[in-house]
């Protein structure tokens, strides 16, 4: 018994260094190269077939199966949200680890390769083949441009089952947020507050764009939500500003609300432009408007009763944890919408501050586990029997 506790621990402690030495790794938005060349060579070591990156950045290991079984892929992100210059070293205080992307998706890296390593060390044989992959783009800027590729024109062949790895606890995102994300811009001559006086003011539009859009009736269920979350123009307060631009999200459950929402945010915008042009009949300046596309996320979902979804909640019972279903924006969002079978589990431990510089992991909350899980599910359903 001790010496099973003993290789639990070790394992698990070779699981948190993973951790520490990718989340120290900068991996900025669209500049995860570095991460992932680190990611390939662990890969590497843990004796994964056919290592390589792909065009978009990915990161890809195979572990050959012995049969027909299908094809399961298991990921993590490497990206963050975090700038380039970023101090992303983990300080360590008792059991607590901290550093920005120390779980978001520190830790899904870390449990695709302690799963790899467990295959390794109990020389699992699976009927299916088993594809690890460290992934590039998820988080917001990226719009999922890695999982894009691998299930657009960089597909590594047929996968039968997808699971992505990010953040902490036992929870199933077994639904897709989708999201429309927009850059709007009012543009005009602007000129001075008081010589030019009276012709259609940009940042005055995009008030009157806000307001409408603060006035749209969203659905409570399915969860359907919006957001002016940026605004900018202007260079003086004695000056008519020749842009006035927001940015916003759009976001729901169901694909069918987020494209109602869409369309009401688009009547807002033209609405806006039509009243401020129309607020000053004598000018003969007219705005314009343009409306830039930042990202586009599917909506979607597996039922519960899904064969993926019944077997992670099986998986979790089966280790003593009481994982639960819920709604999230993951790289599982495309082959969700695809009509693959594709859920998000979080890695075990529990964590906060994600995407804030303060953000910390503790492993005490059952964190062994999360390995545990992530191993059974693909082993289940890779067809081990």
Do not use: C
């Not at 909506?299 to 639960?324: E, F």
């Amino acid at each position: 018994m001790r010496r099973a506790l003993d290789a639990i621990r070790e394992f698990n402690e070779w699981t948190l260094q993973q951790q520490i030495e990718l989340t120290e790794i900068e991996a900025p938005p669209f500049k995860e190269a570095r991460r992932g060349e680190e990611f390939k060579r662990r890969l590497e070591a843990l004796g994964l077939r056919n290592v390589r990156i792909d065009g978009e950045g990915n990161v890809i290991g195979e572990r050959p199966g012995t049969g027909n079984g299908p094809t399961v892929m298991i990921s993590g992100h490497l990206d963050t949200v975090f700038p380039e210059g970023t101090n992303v070293k983990v300080t360590r205080t008792g059991t607590r680890l901290a550093a920005p992307g120390i779980s978001d998706d520190g830790r899904g890296l870390a449990v695709v390769l302690a799963v790899a390593r467990a295959f390794r060390d109990a020389n699992i044989q699976t009927p299916g083949t088993i594809l690890f992959v460290g992934t590039v783009g998820e988080e917001g800027p990226g719009n999922l441009r890695g999982v894009r590729h691998l299930f657009g024109k960089g597909s590594p062949g047929k996968v039968d089952h997808f699971i992505s790895v990010d953040g902490t606890g036992f929870g199933i995102t077994n639904a897709g947020v989708g999201s429309h994300r927009y850059r709007i811009t009012y543009k005009g001559p602007g000129g001075h507050s008081y010589g030019a006086f009276g012709m259609p003011n940009p940042i005055h539009a995009l008030g009157r764009a806000m307001a409408m859009i603060g006035d749209i009736e969203a659905p409570m269920k399915p969860r359907t939500t919006f957001n002016v979350g940026l605004i900018n123009g202007g260079t003086s307060v004695n000056s008519i500003s020749a842009i006035g631009t927001m940015d916003v999200d759009l976001r729901s459950e169901s694909q069918a609300e987020l494209d109602k929402i869409d369309q009401q945010l688009r009547r807002a915008v033209q609405q806006a432009l039509v009243a401020e042009n129309a607020r000053w009949p004598r000018s003969d300046v007219k705005l314009s408007v343009q409306v830039d596309t930042i990202g586009i996320r599917p909506a979607g979902a597996l039922a519960d009763t899904a064969m993926i979804v019944r077997t992670a909640m099986a998986a979790g019972r089966a280790l003593g944890l009481s994982p639960q279903t819920g709604a999230s924006s993951t790289d599982a969002n495309i082959p969700i919408s695809l009509g693959i079978s594709a859920i998000t589990m979080d890695g075990g431990g529990r964590s906060s501050g994600a995407h804030a510089l303060d953000e910390w992991y503790d492993d005490t909350a059952n964190g062994y586990a999360g390995p545990q899980w992530a191993a059974l599910v693909v082993a289940m359903l890779a067809g081990l029997k």
